[in-house]
Each structure stands twice: as structure tokens, then as C-alpha cells.
């Protein structure tokens, strides 16, 4: 059964980090890209970054402090987020594509985690 499931949302203070992961099953990692999407109340779905075999991706508001990486012995990517702010709360998930498309647009993704919670506040 394919599957993506988010881990590592939480409750961090401003400056802080945080690392999330998705752990996928049913398929295998190597063949797909995967991105990072992001949800705050009240507005639209912001794709944030994207990986596959051959680039990374990130959208601009969250480049130079965010990473993402991928460990495909156990089909996980991993968005490392340092220096967080109040305006990256939101939920975030985790999407599958073919290939990284950038600017991200979620039409592209065919299967999703059900999302992770973070907020940023003091």
C-alpha cells in the first residue's frame, strides 16, 4: 500500500529548528520526487521545497534556511528547518511526484501524508 507519512512537526520558539521527516512505503524513493508543501490557516497550499535524484528546490521564502535531503536506504526525505520565524507555521506535508517542477504546484503530486503541525511562537 503506498503510503507517506510526516513526522517531527511541533511547538519550537522563534530562531529555533526543527526536522521533519516522510517516510514512504509501497514504492521506492529512487524513482520519484518528492515535495514539501505547507498550509497556514486561511491561505492557499505554498509548495516550500522539492527533491528528486537529480536537484533540490526551494521556494524563496524559506531558502538559505531550510534543507532537504533524502536517505533512500530507508525511503525518507528529510526538510531540515533552522532559524524558523512565526510565518512558517503551518501544516506541512509531503507529496509525490514525478519529477521536481518548479515553482512546485501541488497539481502535480499525486499522493500525500496526512500533514504535521508547526508552530512557531514564543
Known amino acids: 500500500q503506498l503510503q507517506l507519512v510526516e513526522s517531527g512537526g511541533g511547538l519550537v520558539q522563534p530562531g529555533g529548528s526543527l526536522r521533519l521527516s516522510c517516510a514512504a512505503s509501497g514504492f521506492t524513493l529512487d524513482y520519484y520526487a518528492i515535495g514539501w508543501f505547507r498550509q497556514a490557516p486561511g491561505k492557499e497550499r505554498e509548495g516550500v521545497s522539492c527533491?528528486?535524484?537529480?536537484?533540490?528546490y526551494y521556494a524563496d521564502s524559506v531558502k538559505g534556511r531550510f534543507t532537504i535531503s533524502r536517505d533512500n536506504a530507508k525511503n525518507t526525505v528529510y526538510l531540515q528547518m533552522n532559524s524558523l520565524k512565526p510565518e512558517d507555521t503551518a501544516v506541512y506535508f509531503c507529496?509525490?511526484?514525478?519529477?521536481?517542477?518548479?515553482?512546485?504546484?501541488?497539481?502535480?503530486?499525486?499522493?500525500w501524508g496526512q500533514g504535521t503541525q508547526v508552530t512557531v511562537s514564543s
Open positions: 507529496a509525490r511526484a514525478a519529477w521536481c517542477i518548479t515553482p512546485i504546484q501541488a497539481r502535480f503530486y499525486d499522493y
Open positions: 527533491i528528486s535524484s537529480r536537484t533540490t
